[in-house]
């Protein structure tokens, strides 16, 4: 009976907020998305042989371990409670720690402003002990996976920041209280 009053309770929330836009993922730039990745995969393949595809998997577990860190922190540091909305994802575009449910449009842009440049920082700071293929996986994997978040971010960049976005597998939707 819990489980439904919660669930009653997620769904009343929409409510009170008015639809504004809706943002359509659509199946063609979700599958040349994914493209990328596989042609990443095989540049490196091809340019680095076994330690190349090392790098290009060990490249995005250590960006989702960093990214994962930068937004704990932000969020500590903003004193945001948000552990039960954000959580891992591992479907296309949403790759990695997002919001699964609705989160503050302008906590959802600073969160992400941060994850860009401190993400290049450690990226930079790592760059004397590691090797070119790791070096070149950390910020091909640091900029693919926030490519989507970017990406509508700039289409909401004219809207109010008192908004509120929902990440969906086929759409964003974007709220005004």
């Given amino acids: 009976m819990a489980q439904r009053e919660q669930k009653l309770a997620e769904q009343a929330t929409v409510y009170h907020y008015q639809l504004v836009r809706k943002i359509p993922m659509h199946k063609e730039t979700i599958a040349g998305y994914l493209s990328i ?4 995969g095989l540049f490196q393949g091809s340019m680095y042989g076994t330690e190349g595809v090392l790098a ?3 490249g995005l577990l250590g960006i989702q371990l960093v990214h994962f860190i930068i937004i704990r922190l932000t ?3 903003v004193d ?3 552990d039960r909305r954000w959580s891992w994802r591992v479907a296309a575009p949403w790759i ?3 919001p ?3 989160v503050e449009h302008a906590l959802f842009r600073r969160l992400h402003r941060h994850l860009l440049w401190f993400g290049l920082c450690v ?3 790592v760059y004397p002990w590691v090797t070119e293929p790791y070096m070149i996986s950390f910020i091909c994997w640091h900029l693919w996976t926030i490519a989507p978040r970017m990406a509508i971010l700039r289409k909401l960049r004219k809207n109010r920041r008192d908004g509120v976005l929902k ?3 086929a759409d964003v939707s974007f709220y005004h209280r």
């Fill in 37 to 40: 990745v596989l042609m990443f």
């Fill in 56 to 58: 290009w998997m060990l």
């Fill in 75 to 77: 969020m500590i540091r």
């Fill in 80 to 82: 945001e409670q948000d």
């Fill in 96 to 98: 990695g720690y997002v």
């Fill in 100 to 102: 699964v449910q609705m």
């Fill in 123 to 125: 990226i930079t700071v």
């Fill in 167 to 169: 990440l969906e597998s």
